[in-house]
């Protein structure tokens, strides 16, 4: 144990005392010494003066160290020595497995470490080693590292949350993403750390990218951007800069996308070092497929040849690899080399799904159907295409639902707080009600018995009248806020989910394959007819008339439902809550045709009269019994048009038998 001891003391002490002495003495003893203890404190020397110097003999001599060190029983000089190694090998030398292989070998003496920092350190750098290489595994690793580091290692306790973070947030799995930012962010706020604490910030900034919030990530973007130039941390301004130029990219700005992307070069190529270079690859890659969809051939050629001369630097890194085959394999598409084109492709496509990148699988399926196509392989590409769409519908069926459940949460939220204020005034009321009753009564209580009759029965008339006067309110109420809240969700949804499937639009002009962007392009107008159809917007923009009329033609369009209509001119006829309803009341009534009557045809009319107008909706489908669906629990749309028929103190009448079609006519006073 004391001669542990003193290793540790000397190599603290040994690489300052003789720090002028030449490298190659030190070398020279560790190469010739069988003195275990002389030949450690050779080779820290050694360490201490090739570190970040000569890549080479810091490497060898790290290897050599290490072994020893495990022959003397001293694991935790190991673990310091394979902590240090691993950012030299993951980072400098691009090669992460080998690092995972030396700390694999230190960690399996593990239950000799009795310091936390070195237990949980090794863990967080096999985590870094293998973010390179498998996400997932990079997740188990900090997870490990946060299990083992102890209260006085926050600081590393907040690099775990931090590197987590950005795991989850490239497999997709936001909300445990944000959890982590969050928490990073409030450990590096308390150790003062505004370096990593702006990292952390810009974690939360990535996370309202990703689920469409463009407007509050470039607000939050733009706060990040001065504290990085504020802090003189120029060189991670290329990575705030390409982030916005992909959110303009998913917003169909191509000139402002661009914009930032050269930003971001400019900022690359004023810091280009190797410990950069997934930076450099990555930004002067996606310059390079810009200019090839904008069909600037030329420009793409110069960013081609940038990486080309860089790629010797990155081999090793699968992540740069992927961002340098990516480039690579649209440019050769772009000048008809299909062959070279396919061959980058499928390296690529082989790296992003090892990593599990489902966007950048999802651009790669796609780059590999078009090239499949121009190859005439029309089965490979099908394939592909399919897989894209699995791929796809996974991703927006997750981001709809995260969405969908955020939003509702926020509805039932607000709606309880509404009924819960609502509770609250009837119980007033009715607390009031009854004390006048009550005095009422001590009045009239000597009153005659007929004269008392005639006053309870006027007073239960009233409450009658007024509980239906509530009940209508309430109703009316009930349907203005979700009016209210279908503006707002729709709003969202629009600017939200609708622009993340502009991102699949604008990647698909990486592939030129018209076909798929007319899919894609009728995909986002369906999402576009959804937040249109959650509220009309289309009012405010062409009036009651022209909206219906729209409404109409789309549904003729896009449902086997043949819809011929008459319709006059009934704008400024009503006031805008007015117009909504009768708007919905129409949409409502189409709705239920295409959803249960089973229809071939239907004709909608207006006609406007001297006081009023006339709706008719009749189509040729099977009929039902209105009463029997009118008094079914499970029938909201019957009931529902006629509240909003109601509010508009209008009338509804239903002519329908089973097999012979239905006709519905509303009238509203105008």
């Known amino acids: ?103 694999d070998e230190v960690l399996a003496h593990k239950y000799k470490i009795k310091d936390s920092f070195l237990l949980g350190g090794l863990y967080l750098k096999r985590g870094g080693a293998n973010y390179r290489l498998d996400l997932n595994k990079a997740i188990e690793d900090y997870t490990l590292a946060l299990n083992n580091f102890s209260r006085k290692d926050s600081i590393y306790v907040a690099d775990a949350y931090l590197f987590r973070g950005q795991a989850y947030s490239n497999l997709g799995k936001f909300v445990p993403a944000g959890e982590d930012f969050k928490k990073a962010y409030t450990y590096y706020e308390n150790l003062k750390d505004y370096e990593y604490m702006l990292f952390a ?25 001065n504290k990085l130039i504020d802090l003189n941390l120029d060189e991670h301004l290329s990575v705030s800069y390409y982030n916005q130029s992909v959110d303009y990219k998913k917003k169909g700005n191509t000139k402002l996308q661009l914009h930032y992307l050269l930003k971001a070069e400019d900022v690359v190529d004023r810091n ?26 030329i420009k793409a050629e110069k960013q081609i040849i940038l990486i ?56 790669s399926l796609l ?14 590409s099908l394939e592909n295409k399919n897989n894209y769409y699995a791929i796809k519908d996974s991703i927006f069926n997750q981001s709809s639902a995260n969405s969908l459940a955020y939003y509702q949460t926020l509805y039932e939220t607000e709606k309880k707080e509404k009924e819960l204020v609502e509770k609250n005034s009837n119980i007033q009321l009715l607390e009031k009600d009854n004390e006048s009753f009550k005095k009422l009564s001590i009045i009239i209580g000597f009153a005659l018995v007929l004269f008392f009759s005639v006053i309870l029965l006027y007073r239960n008339q009233r409450n009658l009248k007024s509980k239906k006067i509530l009940q209508e309110k309430f109703s009316q109420d009930l349907l203005q806020s979700q009016e209210n809240e279908r503006k707002r969700v729709s709003k969202d949804l629009h600017d939200g989910l609708g622009q993340k499937l502009l991102i699949i639009k604008n990647k698909l002009i990486n592939s030129e394959n018209n076909a798929t962007k007319e899919l894609v392009e009728e995909t986002i107008e369906e999402v576009r007819s959804i937040s249109r159809d959650l509220y009309p917007f289309q009012l405010q923009e062409l009036g009651i008339t022209k909206a219906i009329e729209y409404t ?119």
């Open 1 to 103: 144990m004391k001669s542990i001891l003193a290793i540790i003391t000397f190599i603290c002490v040994f690489p300052f005392s003789g720090i002028s002495q030449d490298i190659q003495y030190y070398r020279s003893i560790a190469d010739t010494t069988h003195d275990p203890l002389l030949k450690l404190e050779a080779i820290d020397s050694v360490l201490s003066k090739s570190f970040r110097k000569d890549n080479d003999t810091f490497i060898v001599f790290s290897i050599q160290f290490i072994n020893l060190a495990k022959e003397i029983d001293s694991i935790e000089l190991a673990a310091k020595k394979a902590m240090n190694l691993q950012y030299v090998l993951t980072n400098n030398e691009n090669d992460p497995r080998k690092a995972i292989t030396v700390i």
């Open 201 to 225: 910030h810009q974690g939360n900034i990535t996370m309202y990218s990703r689920n469409g919030f463009y407007d509050k990530s470039k607000q939050e973007r733009d706060i990040l951007i």
């Open 272 to 297: 280009k070092d190797l410990s950069n270079h997934l930076n450099y690859l990555l930004i002067h890659s996606k310059l390079a497929e810009f200019y090839c969809n904008d069909y600037e051939i």
């Open 308 to 363: 080309d001369s860089f790629f010797v630097n990155i081999k090793g890194d699968h992540l740069a690899e992927s961002y340098y085959y990516g480039a690579k394999a649209v440019y050769s598409e772009s000048l008809g080399e299909y062959e070279k084109a396919l061959d980058y492709a499928q390296k690529k496509i082989e790296i992003v799904d090892s990593l599990k990148h489902e966007e950048d699988k999802m651009e």
């Open 367 to 380: 780059l590999l159907s078009s090239i499949y196509t121009h190859l005439g392989d029309y089965k490979e």
């Open 552 to 670: 109409i033609t789309q549904i003729d369009e896009n449902t086997s439902l043949f819809i011929s209509s008459e319709i006059e001119n009934i704008d400024n006829l009503f006031t805008k809550e007015q117009e909504v309803n009768i708007y919905r009341i129409v949409q409502e009534s189409l709705s239920n045709i295409i959803k249960h009557a089973q229809a071939e045809a239907s004709k909608v009319s207006i006609e406007k009269m001297t006081n009023s107008i006339l709706i008719s909706i009749k189509d040729n489908g099977i009929g039902y019994n209105f009463s029997e669906k009118y008094n079914d629990s499970k029938s909201l749309g019957l009931k529902t048009l006629l509240e909003r028929t109601k509010f508009l103190n209008g009338q509804m009448k239903v002519h329908s038998k089973k097999g012979d079609g239905t006709l519905i006519e509303y009238t509203f006073p105008i």
